[in-house]
């Protein structure tokens, strides 16, 4: 009965390497996102969807393709692997009420490890 | 520009010691504060926000508007509270602006 749940939890690649991780939710909540948390555990956003559409695309480079096929899940696709892609990738998702930011819920992230 | 901002990278602290958390913010508007902490191998999860001014686990922050700030505090800190700690900053989107964390070390 996990709320967010990540897949892989360890993905370890070479660079140039296309690879995705997967991000499925059961709280039946309408947004849902992928932060990045580098190696000083530094937490950014990189996209939100609401109901399937994206609403937040912060400056990430386009090798980077969020998908989401319904509203429970948010796949993230990273094409052509570099060093620098290697990181924690957590996934989340909230309700957005008006004027309110809702708690959001996380995954238990995936590491990726680029060689 | 928004921006959240914890000084302290690691603030290690003996039980039974006060414990503040530091968190100042950059918003124009009316901010939404949230402390999210992250216990060693568990997911990180909301702690409190400051709209419900409510105490969890001993914990409290008082958003202070003149100082832009949120600072996380416990009157005594116990080994359990040992965890990294991020302050966040919400906006309506749904959107969290983080800090860069704060790792607290309680020694027995």
């Given at each position: 009965?996990?709320?967010?749940s990540?897949t892989?939890?360890y993905l370890?690649?070479?660079?140039?390497?296309?690879?995705?991780?997967k991000?499925e939710?059961?709280?039946g909540?309408?947004t849902?996102?992928w932060?990045?948390?580098?190696s000083?555990?530094?937490?950014?956003?990189?996209?939100?969807?609401?109901?399937?559409e994206l609403?937040i695309n912060?400056?990430?480079?386009?090798?980077?393709s969020?998908?989401?096929?319904?509203?429970?899940h948010l796949?993230?696709?990273i094409?052509?692997?570099?060093l620098?892609?290697s990181a924690?990738?957590f996934c989340a998702?909230?309700q957005?009420y008006s004027?309110?930011?809702?708690?959001?819920?996380?995954?238990?992230?995936?590491?990726l490890?680029?060689? | 520009?928004?921006?959240?901002?914890q000084?302290?990278?690691?603030l290690s602290?003996f039980?039974?010691?006060?414990v503040?958390l530091?968190?100042?913010y950059s918003?124009s508007?009316s901010?939404?504060?949230?402390?999210y902490?992250?216990y060693?191998?568990?997911r990180?999860?909301?702690l409190?926000?400051?709209?419900s001014r409510?105490s969890?686990?001993?914990?409290t922050?008082?958003?202070?508007k003149?100082?832009t700030s949120?600072?996380?505090?416990?009157p005594?800190a116990q080994?359990?509270d040992?965890?990294?700690?991020?302050?966040?900053?919400?906006?309506?989107?749904?959107?969290?602006i983080?800090?860069q964390?704060?790792?607290?070390?309680v020694?027995p």
């Amino acid at each position: 009965d996990t709320a967010v749940s990540q897949t892989p939890k360890y993905l370890v690649t070479q660079m140039g390497n296309d690879k995705s991780i997967k991000c499925e939710q059961n709280l039946g909540h309408d947004t849902m996102y992928w932060y990045k948390q580098d190696s000083k555990k530094f937490l950014k956003i990189m996209f939100s969807y609401n109901n399937k559409e994206l609403i937040i695309n912060e400056t990430v480079p386009n090798r980077f393709s969020p998908k989401s096929p319904d509203k429970a899940h948010l796949n993230l696709h990273i094409n052509s692997l570099e060093l620098g892609d290697s990181a924690v990738y957590f996934c989340a998702s909230s309700q957005v009420y008006s004027g309110v930011t809702g708690e959001l819920f996380f995954g238990e992230g995936s590491r990726l490890t680029v060689l | 520009a928004q921006r959240v901002t914890q000084p302290e990278k690691l603030l290690s602290v003996f039980k039974g010691a006060p414990v503040e958390l530091k968190c100042n913010y950059s918003y124009s508007g009316s901010p939404e504060l949230f402390w999210y902490v992250q216990y060693s191998r568990q997911r990180l999860q909301l702690l409190l926000r400051h709209i419900s001014r409510e105490s969890i686990k001993g914990f409290t922050a008082d958003l202070n508007k003149g100082e832009t700030s949120f600072h996380l505090k416990k009157p005594f800190a116990q080994e359990e509270d040992s965890a990294m700690y991020y302050c966040a900053l919400g906006r309506a989107t749904g959107k969290l602006i983080f800090g860069q964390g704060t790792t607290l070390q309680v020694k027995p």
